[in-house]
């Protein structure tokens, strides 16, 4: 159970497109869902917290406008990268929190979605 | 905030060994430790967790140990076999849906 997929899992852009990542919980509601970064042979820095419903609330130093965080309903989340440069490149996960199979701090995270800006 | 700090960067055991990882918090208030196991290139996956009103707790081949006084937690993977080979990490959070925080990770080798 407790499964979370996104969508796409590799994508290459060119500086100044906008790139959009799909986050989505499968088998449950994720009343709240994370985005995180992670840069290779490195932690997980977390970007924003986002509630269904809810604006995103965003990490020290995170830019909002850059990083389009929309949940519009308890299954899906998005992240949107907007006017990305090649520093932009990472891995990006999502996780979603929520399912009531599991404990409530639990987060289950997604297969992540590796973005290379040339 | 919470900073968790986790040792070692790298650990080398031979396959049937045991590996113990360790990680501190700041946040007396955290009440949550989840540990991940990463594979190369996926995603992060729970392998176990303990809450602050339990000192320890075992599954398996794995086991987690709270010194809640010390604020630090650790990882042990007894009789280590080589798919127990990834990226380990840590984290910490005060609950009730509250953001993680991660450790920087331990990269676990286990050798035939």
């Known amino acids: 159970g407790a499964v979370v997929s996104q969508h796409p899992s590799r994508v290459i852009c060119k500086s100044g497109t906008s790139v959009k990542i799909e986050c989505r919980s499968l088998?449950?509601?994720?009343?709240?869902m994370f985005w995180y970064r992670q840069f290779p042979k490195q932690s997980l820095m977390l970007m924003a917290t986002s509630n269904e419903g809810s604006k995103a609330t965003y990490e020290q130093g995170v830019e909002k406008d850059k990083f389009l965080i929309n949940h519009a309903s308890l299954t899906l989340s998005t992240l949107t990268v907007t006017s990305a440069h090649p520093e932009d490149s990472s891995f990006y996960i999502c996780?979603?929190?929520?399912?009531?199979?599991?404990?409530?701090?639990?987060?289950?995270f997604g297969p992540g979605t590796r973005l290379l800006v040339l | 905030g919470e900073n968790v700090e986790q040792h070692p960067s790298t650990l080398s055991v031979q396959e049937g060994d045991s590996a113990v990882i360790k990680c501190t918090y700041s946040?007396?208030?955290?009440?949550?430790f989840p540990w991940y196991k990463q594979e190369l290139g996926k995603r992060p996956q729970l392998i176990i967790d303990?809450?602050?009103?339990?000192g320890e707790k075992k599954d398996q081949r794995i086991a987690v140990t709270l010194n809640k006084t010390a604020k630090h937690f650790s990882l042990h993977i007894t009789e280590t076999q080589p798919e127990d080979s990834a990226v380990y990490f840590c984290a910490a959070s005060t609950g009730g849906g509250n953001k993680l925080t991660f450790g920087t990770g331990t990269q676990l080798k286990v050798e035939l």
């Open positions: 303990i809450r602050s009103n339990v």
């Open positions: 996780s979603g929190r929520g399912d009531p199979r599991g404990a409530q701090e639990t987060q289950y």
């Open positions: 946040d007396s208030a955290s009440n949550y």
């Open positions: 088998d449950f509601q994720a009343t709240t």
